[in-house]
Nanobody, 114 residues
C-alpha cells in the first residue's frame, strides 16, 4: 500500500517562501510522473505542478514563475519550492502520481496570512 507523506507546510506572511517535501515508499518512483495538488476550503482539489520521470515540468498558470517542482529519485522525494506566496495559495497541499493515483496522504497545511 503506497501512501505519500507530505511535510513542510506552515504559516507564512505574504511574499514569503516555503519548501514542501513528499516522500513515497514502496513503489517505482524514478519513472513516475509526480504531481503536487492543493485543496482550499470549500474548493475542489487542483493540480499545481507536475514533473515527469525525465524531469519535464508543468505548472498551473496561477503558480507559474513562483513555484518550482523538483525531485530526488534516490530519496524517492518530490519537492515544491514556493516563493512569493499569496493569501490565495492557502490550502492543504498533497502529492500523488498523475495517473492511477495512490491513496491520498494527510497533506500539509500552508497558510499565507499577515
Amino acid at each position: 500500500q503506497v501512501q505519500p507523506v507530505e511535510s513542510g507546510g506552515g504559516l507564512v506572511q505574504p511574499g514569503g517562501s516555503l519548501r514542501l517535501s513528499c516522500v513515497v515508499s514502496g513503489s517505482v518512483f524514478s519513472t513516475t510522473t509526480m504531481g503536487w495538488y492543493r485543496q482550499a476550503p470549500g474548493k475542489q482539489r487542483e493540480l499545481v505542478a507536475h514533473i515527469t520521470g525525465g524531469g519535464s515540468t508543468y505548472y498551473a498558470d496561477r503558480v507559474k514563475d513562483r513555484f518550482t517542482i523538483s525531485k530526488d529519485n534516490a530519496k524517492k522525494t518530490v519537492y515544491l519550492q514556493m516563493n512569493s506566496l499569496k493569501p490565495e495559495d492557502t490550502a492543504v497541499y498533497y502529492c500523488n502520481r498523475l495517473s492511477f493515483k495512490w491513496d491520498w496522504g494527510q497533506g500539509t497545511q500552508v497558510t499565507v496570512s499577515s
